[in-house]
Nanobody
Framework: VQLVESGGGLVQPGGSLRLSCAAS????????MNWYRQVRGKERELVAA????????NYADSVKGRFTISRDNAKNTVYLQMNSLKPEDTAVYYC??????????????WGQGTQVTVSS
């Protein structure tokens, strides 16, 4: 199983970045895909989620209206489009795949993370 994030970097406040996460080694289209972020010394925070077929999304209040999660099941890839970035969005962003059966998470995979820094 592999989740490989890309697209992080340094951007000025108000700018945009698009993160990608390429998945392999599991049935991507059966998994809920999530983006988390973590600042050193703080707990990991769920930023956005998309259901297996892509029909439903969910966002943290802090990113609603600015971030968009999407997926391409044909390419086994999930994306996070981040617009109007703020310094407080600075964090390591992680891709996460979860398989849920009867309400229980039975499989849980993580990428290695990609750094996003918002600074002038």
């Amino acid at each position: 199983v592999q989740l490989v994030e890309s697209g992080g970097g340094l951007v000025q406040p108000g700018g945009s970045l698009r993160l990608s996460c390429a998945a392999s080694g599991f049935t991507f289209s059966s998994y809920t895909m999530n983006w988390y972020r973590q600042v050193r010394g703080k707990e990991r925070e769920l930023v956005a989620a998309v259901t297996p077929a892509g029909g439903s999304t969910n966002y943290a209040d802090s990113v609603k209206g600015r971030f968009t999660i999407s997926r391409d099941n044909a390419k086994n890839t999930v994306y996070l489009q981040m617009n109007s970035l703020k310094p407080e969005d600075t964090a390591v962003y992680y891709c996460n795949a979860q398989f849920t059966y009867l309400g229980y998470v039975t499989s849980d995979y993580w990428g290695q993370g990609t750094q996003v820094t918002v600074s002038s």
